[in-house]
């Protein structure tokens, strides 16, 4: 196993890259560093969105270890360096959740606790979000403190609605068309994917640099999510809506989320936020989806949030 530098986003110094076997035989990419800064406050553990990989965070890999944080991260399976189960490896895509669930067991039980110092405190974003709030209020957590990045707990507005399309996917899951890619239109690769308009960042230099990673580095990416892998994320959002899950959340929970963010749903976000026990919100204005990498005046906003809640008191 190892990562992949570009002259644009260059492999950060002292990685300890390998790989881990989940309980269901899943081969794993994983990654970890030291802190750089004197001080040790502990681990922050990285994950990533759906469709997204290590290579994607290395900037913000050297901000959490200035800052005395220890970092590990991993790649969900079927994405980035781990492996791919469909014959196309392009394909997103997960039966259930509780797939997501045993690659968070094993990344915690093999990397993050023999090998980097406590406490841990979990930076998830997007559907890497739901997976770790999932995993707090099952009672399955070893995290001090959790910062969620725009998690995925409803679809943002989109044609035909989201109603109609988690229920599209759970038909055609049923009659055993799961693993059918959603069209090129409601979800276009990044690589081909214009600034002009784009839902992810408005900083132009980091919309590029992903692109280029996309394009230079097609081993480690994949394109859009299937049918089956939509119908899971819907009935993992529809547990974490549940009433009594919120409740059942004792691990302090920061959500921060964009103002212009279209690819999740607001509405979700502030109702989830309401029910949970030991749970707040913080909203940037201007800023899209992906806050660690909007332009430096939102994602400064984003870090000053992570710095009044990490590692906390």
């Known amino acids: ?27 794993l990419r994983y990654a970890r560093w030291r802190a750089t ?18 290579e994607r965070y290395f900037e913000v890999v050297g901000d959490l270890r200035r800052r005395g944080f220890a970092v590990a991260a991993v790649d969900w399976r079927g994405q980035g360096g781990s492996e791919r189960r469909l014959r196309d490896p392009r394909k997103g895509h997960v039966d259930s959740f509780e797939e997501y669930d045993r690659d968070l067991e094993a990344f915690m039980e093999q990397v993050a606790l023999p090998d980097c110092p406590p406490p841990y405190f979990a930076l998830a974003h997007s559907t890497g979000g739901l997976v ?97 892998w939509l119908h899971a994320a819907a009935r993992a959002m529809g547990e974490v809506a549940d009433p009594d899950f919120g409740p059942a959340v004792t691990v302090p929970v920061l959500i921060v989320v964009g103002s212009l963010d279209r690819v999740i749903s607001l509405p979700a976000i502030e109702e989830g936020v309401g029910q949970l026990r030991v749970g707040s919100q913080v ?15 939102l994602r400064e906003q984003f870090f000053a949030a992570f ?6 008191t």
Do not use: W
Request: aromatic fraction near 6%; charged fraction near 20%.
């Open 37 to 54: 800064a004197r001080r040790s406050l502990g681990t922050v553990c990285l994950f990533q969105g759906r469709g997204e990989t290590i």
């Open 307 to 312: 710095d009044a809640f990490i590692p906390g």
């Open 132 to 228: 770790c709030l999932r995993a707090v209020g099952q009672g399955r957590s070893r995290f001090t403190r959790m910062l969620l990045s725009a998690p995925l707990l409803g679809f943002g507005a989109t044609r035909p609605s989201p109603a109609f399309s988690t229920r599209l996917a759970a038909f055609l899951t049923a009659i055993g068309l799961g693993e059918m890619r959603l069209p090129r239109s409601k979800a276009p690769p990044l690589a081909s994917l214009p600034f002009e308009g784009n839902g992810l960042t408005s900083d132009p230099r980091r919309f590029a640099r992903n692109v280029e990673i996309a394009r230079d580095l097609p081993g480690i990416g994949i394109g859009a999510p299937t049918f089956g």
């Open 283 to 297: 909203v940037i204005a201007g800023a899209r989806h992906d806050l660690m990498m909007e332009r430096d005046s």
């Open 1 to 27: 196993m190892e990562l992949y530098g570009l002259d644009s986003n260059p492999v950060p110094d002292g990685a300890v890259v390998g790989a881990i076997v989940t309980s269901d035989g899943v081969t």
